[in-house]
């Protein structure tokens, strides 16, 4: 950690993010509430958190940077290509976030800086 790699991100999630996000959500939430959750998410403006908070509020633990798209995504920063922002819905229910989209992505600009500002979105 510590690299000082300017990381850069696209304005918006690529378009193959939200099948993506639906293919994980549908594991969690009926259809219907999947559908309506990428909708959401598909229609929520780009907001930004820090990397180690969305750790933090997800629960979940780094992948280890052998990780074929954590360094698939790591290749990306240092080439200066830029990332999709994240997709993220809230869990109140459980206190948890869920990433629906871009984990791999969130583990690989961890590596570079915790404190590193990552566009979102996030219903």
């Given amino acids: 950690m510590g690299d000082s ?3 850069k991100w696209l304005p918006e999630p ?7 996000a639906q293919s ?10 999947t559908i ?9 403006k780009v907001s930004q958190f820090k990397a180690k908070d969305i750790f933090r509020a997800a629960g979940l633990s780094l992948l ?10 790591q290749k990306k920063i240092k080439e200066g290509k830029p990332l999709s922002p994240l997709l993220l819905v809230r ?4 206190g948890k976030l869920v990433i629906a ?3 791999h992505r969130l583990c690989a600009v961890y590596s ?6 990552i566009p979102c979105k996030i219903v």
């Fill in 24 to 33: 994980y959500l549908g594991l969690l939430h009926t259809e219907t509430e």
């Fill in 5 to 7: 790699t300017d990381i």
């Fill in 112 to 117: 570079f800086d915790e404190d590193a500002l």
């Fill in 64 to 73: 280890g940077l052998s990780n074929f798209h954590v360094d698939k995504d």
């Fill in 91 to 94: 869990d109140p229910q459980n």
């Fill in 101 to 103: 989209d871009g984990y």
């Fill in 36 to 44: 309506g959750l990428v909708k959401k998410l598909k229609d929520a």
């Fill in 14 to 20: 690529e378009d193959k993010n939200y099948p993506a």
